[in-house]
């Protein structure tokens, strides 16, 4: 039997719109803080859904933003506390997961080319995968520039375990900083990541990418958002002002996934907005002619690079 690597869905935003009165700019980080017990119900709810790699709450917690609020002497403390909630929910669920580390954009998310060096995010990234070296694998998600992705790569591929690097398509195909899908994915190839995704974007902007990716990299995979638009947070608003669409129902969510599934991929999930619901639809269906592996059994013969197809 074909097996399929499902993640999660919208952590974040889960977490977010569960909470109790919290508006922050450090989002599901800052409920993490207040309200501990949310996050666990979410992972929780994720993995009773069949998720079988579930990521850190750790999108918010890079030490650039944590600088901004003026926490940064809290960075080591929140990793921890992220640990801890998920290895509760898999208590709570009575079921182990693979533990995802999240490497995300540094300074905000939906972004161009970053005003820094190499170097100098190499140097950041590299003390989040220090912050994170005890997950099973790690996921370099929602990249909109080579720059920033080059440098997440570079640092993860010190921790020798498998990890990803997913990058957000807009509408016209490239990434925000002009760069072509193409231009993408050669730029990390050097690093030889496990796999190449695509997240956080309209779910037909990966079904119409899919076929040309997976014919570019050997392992590839995406996981949508459920947002009528990204555009405020973008300009600088804070994610309260995003709206979920209401005609992404689980199952029209997972004709998409079936659509990537087609064109070559072999992980899936969910970004932001996509349940736990989302999740067990698609983990029911799956079911029928997969057999669901955790992102840690791609280890083995399938990041080789370019796929040959």
């Known amino acids: 039997m074909q097996s399929v690597v499902l993640l999660d869905g919208g952590l974040g935003q889960e977490v977010y719109r569960r909470a109790r009165d919290i508006s922050s700019p450090l989002w599901s980080v800052a409920v993490m803080q207040e309200q501990p017990e949310v996050v666990t119900g979410v ?26 609020q003026g926490m940064q002497e809290q960075l080591a403390g929140v990793h921890q506390q992220a640990f801890d909630v998920l290895r509760q929910a898999m208590d709570s669920a009575a079921t182990e997961v693979d533990i995802a580390g999240c490497l995300p954009p540094l300074a905000a998310s939906y972004q161009g080319q970053p005003e820094r060096s ?27 520039n080579t720059l920033e992705a080059r440098a997440a790569c570079a640092a993860a591929r010190r921790l020798d375990k498998p ?37 956080c974007c309209d779910p ?7 076929p040309a990716l997976a014919n570019r990299y050997a392992c590839v995979g995406g996981y949508a958002n459920a947002f009528k638009s990204v555009e405020a947070l973008a300009k600088g608003g804070s994610v309260d002002a995003l709206e979920a669409r209401e005609d992404l129902s ?9 659509q990537w599934l087609d064109s070559g991929a ?8 996509i349940t736990p619901a989302h999740i067990a639809h698609t983990a029911t269906r799956l079911a029928e002619a997969y057999e669901i592996v955790p992102f840690s059994s791609l280890r083995d013969g399938q990041a080789s690079g370019a796929s040959g197809r």
């Open 43 to 68: 992972h929780a709810d994720f993995i009773r859904a069949g998720a079988k790699t579930l990521t850190l709450n750790t999108y918010a917690a890079t030490p650039t933003r944590l600088r901004r």
């Open 118 to 144: 190499f170097e100098d995010l190499l140097e950041e990234y590299a003390q989040l995968v220090g912050l994170q070296a005890a997950a099973d694998v790690l996921l370099i998600e929602t990249m909109t």
């Open 163 to 199: 990890y990803g690097v997913a990058f957000r398509l807009e509408a016209n195909g490239r990434l925000k900083s002009g760069e072509t899908l193409d231009e993408a994915v050669a730029a990390v190839i050097p690093y030889a990541p496990t796999a190449v995704m695509l997240n």
């Open 204 to 210: 037909q902007w990966i079904a119409t990418a899919m």
């Open 250 to 258: 689980p199952a029209a969510y997972h004709a998409y996934v079936s």
């Open 266 to 273: 072999t992980i899936v999930g969910g970004c932001c907005d």
